[in-house]
């Protein structure tokens, strides 16, 4: 078979073809009509081809479009098509095949990257020569930290790449991944996920960027515009309002989400709204929430006025898995899945995704249609938006690709080196009494411990390369050391307790076998000179569907680490979480905290380089680490006084000192191993229009002895608004690296229709006159502001 496949493969890519007169040079005669006509035209406008298609199309082809089948394993029982095919709905066209092939959950038939992109030749082939109208497929996947595919180049999670705040890194990795999926065979990825974190208790933090609107729709941005400069699609996710579940929570329940009108459209809506004007990706998600009581999958609001009318988008919808369903059997606003069909698809959904067979949506769609609940005229809008995404994606003038350069473009050594600057570039140091960097040299022996030590799994993601060659952190030390010191092991704990989730309330001392493994560490703790824990989340403990009820870290985690202060000796705890963790014992006691994150495959190398002083962290926490799960909400940006103290003893409404203020970490907090100063702060003009570009400057001069990254935060607030203004609006930064002693001027531009614009208590989008104070700061909060100036508009 693979014979077979390359074969016609070799013959498609050369010219030539099995279909005598079909393909054509330049075209291809799709209708088998031997005529070029207007939709097989590459010299058309899409708009035109678009139409002619349209019109040459029937009912059943129409709706052909709107499905998804999910690839092998899920829904196709085999990888190749089979005489079966004719006897499917898609024998009249489909609109995506998503994730086929790629490895998931250990499925490894026809993963090799030459296979794999015959493969998808292979499929595409029969569509074009099966099919009446030969309409191309969409091969979509999943691509949230490199490509969901066997040995794809594997970057750190996504909200380890928000602590990197460095825009080019990620326009790199989203380069990669879209270049990784075309060359195998892929069209349209699933990335990036710009949905804002409000709560990390929330499973899914770990998949997103950061609890700021600005930075996730600025790395939103080079991400999406990195994936589609490979001629590959980017659908972005999950629109709206999905972050923000009541309490956290996540499985059946993402629903209800607990955020005010005017916040969700300033907060949770800014990255869509950014990335869609600025990015212009073919696809978007549609969530599976309510908002307001109205399902986002059924809001003719979300889907068309906001979406469509609003932002300019002009791709497709395609539901996330099981969202339509959802509409009768979860949220219950129709009778049955007939209504929540017709619901989805006026309100302006294009696809059905889920876990079933494409004819579990396609015919009862058929129905709807013929019972006149769903017009041809919006089939027709419908159908066109997914043709014209395959027309400018050039499906339908250049499907194949060149399965034999996959091995070289995916994984190859270039790939590798980016996934190394990731994982370097997202360590941040929260704590260094003066420990860190230890000396390789003089550190003698070195306990590595933790349940997190030398686990790989946490860098294996569902929605990301699907088995990669991991280096943990126990062998990146091992390694970076060589024979300069000796490295001792044992794990302590496992990542959670016998009684977890359980114990996150009402704590238990370990058992007969978790006390063995403890004193198993206590011991090796003795003949070490200094200890390295590695503490954390895996799969079990975070993730979709693996909310939290508290933010302490896991199981036995905390008892571990007090085990080993009480040794007396330098302890180094390293963290590798997925979203914010209340760490207020290591905080107090440990030597130095560093947090590494789900790092990808070099996650070990990184955490030894930077624990060793041969890389400098230089990474800013993208969310808050509350000292509590009480004090959430607790995120940037917020009201005024939404932080405030309550102990005014003058207010005559009382006082009192009844609560732990502040939090354990501010949100863009992250140390070095040098330090910097901040001067020379300049903005122009003084009295802007809200017409005006406004400048904003200022110098950053590393003042210690070792290169080193500043991540330079331009803040602003407006001084007086019609609504209560945020404290504090992240609205730039930039990631600037620094030999010992040299200067650099970093440069702002502030556009006030775009960034100082609010809505109004009328809800309409303003830029108020009046004074805006801006803040120079290395982290949010009071304490991280480095100069302070302000500009009036006029």
């Known amino acids: 078979m693979k014979l077979l496949i390359a074969l016609m493969s070799a013959l498609l890519l050369g010219g030539t073809s099995f279909a005598d007169g079909i393909y054509h040079d330049g075209w291809i005669d799709r209708n088998k009509n031997g005529e070029m006509d207007p939709y097989e035209n590459p010299e058309l406008p899409v708009e035109e081809r678009v139409a002619d298609l349209i019109g040459r199309m029937n009912m059943d082809e129409k709706t052909a479009q709107m499905g998804t089948i999910y690839g092998h394993k899920r829904v196709l029982k085999t990888t190749h098509p089979t005489e079966d095919w004719k006897n499917r709905v898609w024998k009249d066209g489909i609109a995506n095949i998503d994730e086929h092939a790629n490895g998931v959950r250990q499925v490894m038939d026809m993963t090799g990257h030459v296979e794999h992109a015959e493969l998808l030749n292979l499929i595409q082939r029969w569509f074009i020569e099966e099919t009446r109208l030969g309409i191309p497929v969409d091969f979509t996947n999943e691509g949230i930290r490199g ?79 990195g994936i589609q400069s490979q001629g590959v699609a980017s659908t972005v996710k999950h ?81 996330d898995s099981g969202a339509v369903s959802r509409l009768h059997e979860q949220h219950e606003v129709a009778e049955d899945f007939e209504a929540a069909i017709a619901l989805a698809v006026n309100a302006g959904m294009n696809v059905r995704t889920t876990f079933k067979k494409a004819e579990d949506f396609i015919v009862p769609l058929r129905k709807v249609i013929a019972d006149g609940r769903i017009s041809e005229e919006t089939i027709d809008a419908r159908v066109g938006d997914v043709l014209r995404v395959k027309f400018e994606l050039g499906l339908f003038d250049r499907p194949f690709v060149d399965a034999e350069a996959a091995p070289s473009i995916v994984h190859s050594d270039a790939n590798e080196a980016v996934t190394l600057r990731a994982a370097r570039e997202a360590m941040v140091l929260l704590k260094n ?47 970076f050391l060589g024979d300069r010191a000796d490295v001792i092991h044992s794990a302590g704990v496992d990542y959670y307790d016998a009684t977890f989730p359980g114990s996150g309330i009402l704590p238990q001392p370990p058992n007969d076998e978790e006390q063995a493994k403890l004193n198993e560490a206590i011991e090796a703790a003795k003949k070490a000179d200094v200890i390295v824990c590695v503490m954390g989340d895996n799969d079990d403990t975070v993730g979709e569907s693996r909310s939290r009820t508290d933010l302490n870290l896991p199981g036995h985690q905390d ?13 180094v705890v390293v963290l590798m979480i997925g979203r914010a963790a209340s760490v207020n014992w290591i905080d107090k006691y440990a030597n130095g905290i560093l ?9 070990g190398q990184a955490v030894a380089e930077t624990v060793f002083g041969q890389n400098n962290p230089g990474g800013k926490l993208p969310i808050t680490f509350p000292k509590t799960v009480g004090q ?83 803040y602003t607030k407006d001084a007086v608004a019609s609504v209560a203004p945020f404290e504090q609006l992240l609205r730039g930064f930039e990631r600037v690296s620094l030999e010992a002693g040299e200067s650099k001027t970093v440069q ?47």
């Open 147 to 225: 490509l969901c595919h066997t040995l794809a180049s594997n970057f750190p999670s996504q909200i380890g790449i928000g602590a990197t705040w460095d825009r080019d890194l990620v326009r790199q990795i989203g380069e990669i991944t879209g270049k990784e999926a075309k060359s195998l065979g892929y069209t349209n990825i699933y990335s990036p996920i710009l949905d804002v974190v409000r709560d990390p208790r929330w499973g899914r933090t770990i998949e997103c960027y950061g609890e700021s609107p600005y930075l996730v729709g600025e790395l939103g941005k080079q991400q999406a515009l």
């Open 239 to 319: 629109f709206a309002a999905y972050s923000t579940p009541h309490g956290g929570r996540d499985g059946r329940a993402r629903t209800d989400p607990q955020i005010p009108f005017r916040d969700m459209h300033e907060i949770l809506l800014h990255p869509f709204e950014k990335v869609i004007t600025e990015a212009h990706p073919k696809g978007a998600m549609s969530s599976y929430n309510t908002y307001d009581g109205v399902p986002v999958t059924g809001s003719r609001y979300f889907l068309t006025e906001l979406l469509r009318d609003t932002y300019g988008f002009k791709g497709y919808v395609v539901s």
């Open 433 to 479: 009494d003066g420990v860190l960097p230890l000396s390789p040299d003089t550190c003698g022996t070195v306990l590595v411990t933790g349940p997190a030590s030398d686990d790989a799994s946490p860098m294996i993601s569902r929605y990301g390369p699907g088995t990669s060659d991991v280096i943990t952190p126990l062998a990146g030390i091992k390694a």
């Open 559 to 571: 008892l571990l680490v007090q085990e080993m202060v009480k040794t007396g000796k330098p302890v």
């Open 595 to 603: 947090v590494c994150w789900h790092g990808g495959e070099k996650v």
């Open 632 to 714: 959430i909400p607790l995120a940037v940006p917020h009201r005024n006084g939404a932080w405030a103290k309550q102990e005014a003893r003058h207010d005559p409404n009382g006082w009192g000192t009844t609560r732990v203020l502040g939090p354990l970490y501010y949100f863009g907090y992250g140390l070095s191993y040098t330090t910097f100063e901040y001067e020379e702060l300049e903005i122009t003009p003084a009295e802007p229009t809200a017409d005006d570009e406004i400048t904003v400057t200022c110098e950053v001069t590393n003042t210690g002895d070792r290169e080193g990254d500043a991540v330079v935060q331009l």
């Open 748 to 794: 702002f531009k502030l556009s006030p229709k775009r960034d100082l614009k609010m809505l109004n208590g009328e809800n309409e989008w303003v830029v108020e006159p009046g004074r805006f104070d801006v803040m120079i700061s290395d982290s949010s909060g009071e304490g991280g502001i480095q100069q302070k100036g302000s500009f009036t508009i006029k």
